[in-house]
């Protein structure tokens, strides 16, 4: 079993900044590649970023520039924190983790999704 628990989202106003976070625990040996997406209401999930287990990172143009990753080990948990900058009401959105391993498609994750609201 694979346990991914997000936090941190909330109203913002735009300009403003965010973290959230992703704890991810249980059967996670070999999940090595941490995504994030959101989806905006009325629109279908996107990708947002991703991080591997060797700290590499890759972001979405649309947030390049204002949105870092950055994870914590500590024992049997991963947690990986997205911070947000710059805000801009399009932004606002549920954003989801995802955890996977690159070599299996059956072992795919993911989180219950945290509401960000960016308005005034």
């Known amino acids: 079993q694979v346990q991914l628990v997000e936090s941190g989202g909330g109203l913002v106003q735009p300009g403003g900044s965010l973290r959230l976070s992703c704890a991810a625990s249980?059967?996670?040996?070999?999940?090595?590649?941490m995504g994030w997406y959101r989806q905006a209401p009325g629109n279908e999930r996107e990708w947002v970023a991703v991080?591997?287990?060797?700290?590499?990172?890759?972001?979405a143009d649309s947030v390049k520039g204002r949105f870092s990753i950055s994870r914590d080990n500590a024992n049997d948990t991963v947690t990986v924190y997205p911070q947000m900058h710059r805000l801009k009401p399009e932004n606002t959105a549920v954003y989801y983790c995802?955890?996977?391993?690159?070599?299996?498609?059956?072992?795919?994750?993911w989180g219950q999704g945290t509401r960000v609201t960016v308005s005034s």
């Open positions: 991080l591997t287990s060797l700290g590499s990172t890759t972001y």
């Open positions: 249980g059967s996670i040996f070999g999940l090595s590649v």
């Open positions: 995802n955890l996977k391993s690159p070599y299996d498609r059956r072992r795919n994750y």
